[in-house]
């Protein structure tokens, strides 16, 4: 039996998976959970994600929800295949992890609130709050205008190597940029917008891109 | 090379303070990063943490930021200091990672931050807490503690037998819980347990004396003694 994860084309949460899981050149069986149903929130489901959310992962006796614990878990466990992702000597691994925690921390959260207004919100026929979307892209741009001294000194988040920190941004900022339109925050800082235009065009974010369309 | 640590009192500086004290570190130079006066704000901490939050840890040219990334190195460079808090095994790891990171989605960002900084604000501006926010933060608080305590029904800590990065992460902010709203603690007889014995740990309560920034005396209180102080 090999690694089954259970989410939806939706979730970047779940694409976030699936890219490392392309990355890693890892096997794995895709088991849909229809969120327009509410499948997630079904009892049965609730037994293995008590907090009604995807993705979750099985690999054998192992059900691991949180897709960050995921991505370092498969990470951990196929180290040495696939692209290194975790960083190589300590140091380097605290510094991905810190740049894990800012993406999850002040990146993700007001990325999310922007693509629940602009891409979600309308898919549900109903209507954009613009006040909520100036707010949260304000906060954004000021974590954005640090990204862009960080990408200045180096070319990757947490040094000169793509580690999972740069890949966990990915399917956020595909929903924001390509699918919200709010790509001119990042081409207004170049360095920002290079790493994004890099970390964009491998191959494994062009793999999985194309099955969610 | 001497270890230096910016940032007290709050529950993420006190999570990187208890977690040196757990590996036996006691060798360390705190230094308030003053909040109130905007500190964090200034160009030289900015250069540290341009994100101007607390903690940072700094040992020699060496910094780094994010409180649970820091905590997560002192448990990899002081893996021999003691048994593993961040698991054994590759499944335990991930379960103790899949915990951590519950406490981060579903405790601390979701519910207890906004949750107790509203109580913070209105102490510290001197007006009546707003119910219509506090309300549905203190539902999803309980909903996680329900989770937890149904997982503390099988196993001693969060994610397994074992105490893990989990566990230390979420004591100083169960802390707090205990001092505004026992009830959520103490009407749940595994979570006041667990509660307990994780900050019962000798390197908790030292935690604790070296943050001479913590106001309120510690608990754990029954739901009375925080109503007392509540209104004092």
């Keep these: 039996m090999g690694i089954i994860v259970l989410g939806s084309y939706l979730s970047p949460y779940t694409l976030r998976v699936l890219i490392e899981l392309e990355e890693l050149g890892v096997d794995y069986e895709l088991k849909l959970v229809n969120l327009k149903q509410g499948e997630h929130r079904t009892p049965e489901f609730l037994k293995m994600q008590p907090f009604g959310q995807v993705p979750v992962l099985q690999d054998g006796e192992l059900t691991l929800f949180e897709s960050r614990a995921i991505t370092r878990y498969l990470a951990e466990k196929f180290d040495g295949q696939g692209t290194p992702l975790l960083g190589k000597s300590m140091k380097e691994k605290a510094l991905v992890n810190q740049w894990v925690e800012v993406e999850s921390q002040n990146y993700d959260r007001p990325l999310i609130s922007i693509v629940e207004q602009v891409v979600w919100t309308p898919s549900w026929g109903k209507t954009t709050n613009e006040e909520i979307v100036a707010a949260e892209m304000a906060k954004l741009e000021k974590v954005l205008d640090i990204y862009e001294v960080q990408l200045t000194n180096h070319k990757y988040l947490a040094g000169d190597f793509f580690s999972l920190a740069d890949l966990g941004h990915l399917p956020g900022t595909h929903l924001l940029v390509n699918i919200g339109k709010k790509g001119a925050i990042f081409a207004a800082r170049p360095h920002l917008n290079a790493w994004w235009e890099d970390i964009s065009s491998r191959p494994s974010f062009k793999k999985i891109m194309a099955k969610t369309s | ?232």
């Excluded at chain 2, 405790?107 to 506090?134: G, I, Q, T």
């Excluded at chain 2, 999803?140 to 305590?149: C, P, S």
């Excluded at chain 2, 397994?160 to 709203?181: E, H, K, M, Y």
């Design chain 2, 1 to 232: 090379m001497a270890i230096v640590l910016y940032g007290v009192s709050t529950y993420n500086c006190q999570r990187v303070t208890s977690a040196l004290l757990e590996f036996g570190i006691e060798d360390f130079e705190l230094i308030k990063v003053d909040l109130k006066e905007r500190e964090h704000f200034s160009p030289e901490y900015l250069a540290m943490q341009p994100f101007h939050q607390v903690p940072v840890f700094e040992s020699g040219d060496y910094r780094l930021y994010e409180s649970r990334a820091i905590v997560r190195y002192f448990a990899e460079k002081y893996k021999d200091a003691g048994p593993s808090i961040l698991g054994s095994t590759l499944e335990e790891k991930a379960l103790v990672n899949q915990w951590v990171d519950t406490e981060a989605h579903q405790f601390n960002d979701f519910a207890f931050a906004p949750w107790s900084m509203e109580y913070l604000m209105s102490w510290r501006l001197k007006r009546p807490l707003d119910e219509a926010l506090v309300a549905p933060l203190y539902e999803k608080l309980g909903y996680f503690l329900d989770v937890a305590e149904k997982q503390l029904s099988k196993t001693k800590y969060l994610a397994g037998n074992f105490f893990s990065l989990a566990d230390l992460n979420i004591a100083p902010s169960l802390l707090r819980v205990s001092v505004l709203q026992p009830e959520l603690i103490n009407d749940r007889k595994n979570v006041r347990a667990w509660f307990e014995s994780i900050t019962s740990r000798p390197a908790f309560k030292k935690m604790l004396e070296a943050d001479k920034g913590w106001r309120f005396p510690y608990g754990p209180f029954t739901n009375e003694e925080a109503q007392k102080l509540r209104t004092s």
